[in-house]
């Protein structure tokens, strides 16, 4: 069984960055899993962000409305995933969740529905305001 732990979230106002973190642990092996990042704000539906395949050279994906503002990246080491996030907006403001899927096939189109993922973080929240 995996595990995951998000770290980094907080007050920022609109403008400003803020990057978080995911640590998987447990049963993970990089070569295993898709991981990525989704968020839900009050009242909304979770909404898939960006992802990439743990355990290679893959560039990471996006959701086509989270393209520009939002990068994933990885640090394979330290089993950690990041999401930098720039120019935030107050619509921003959600709780960001950690997702993994165990496969080697990872994609936009699979790995950013909710239905897909198979392990999720507690999250952290993310507020924009000023």
């Known amino acids: 069984q995996v595990q995951l732990v998000e770290y980094g979230g907080g007050s920022v106002q609109p403008g400003g960055s803020l990057r978080v973190s995911c640590v998987a642990s447990?049963?993970?092996?990089?070569?295993?899993?898709?991981m990525g990042w989704f968020r839900q704000a009050p009242g909304k539906e979770r909404e898939g962000i960006g992802g990439m395949y743990m355990g290679g050279f893959d560039l990471p994906y996006y959701a086509d409305s989270m393209k520009g503002r939002f990068t994933v990246s990885q640090d394979k080491t330290r089993h950690t995933l990041y999401l930098q996030m720039d120019n935030l907006e107050i619509e921003d403001t959600a709780m960001y969740y950690c997702?993994?899927?165990?496969?080697?096939?990872?994609?936009?189109?699979?790995?950013?529905?909710?239905?897909?993922?198979?392990?999720w973080g507690q999250g952290t929240n993310v507020t924009v305001s000023s």
């Open positions: 447990g049963q993970y092996t990089p070569e295993s899993y898709c």
């Open positions: 997702a993994a899927r165990k496969g080697a096939m990872c994609s936009a189109d699979v790995d950013l529905q909710y239905i897909a993922v198979q392990t």
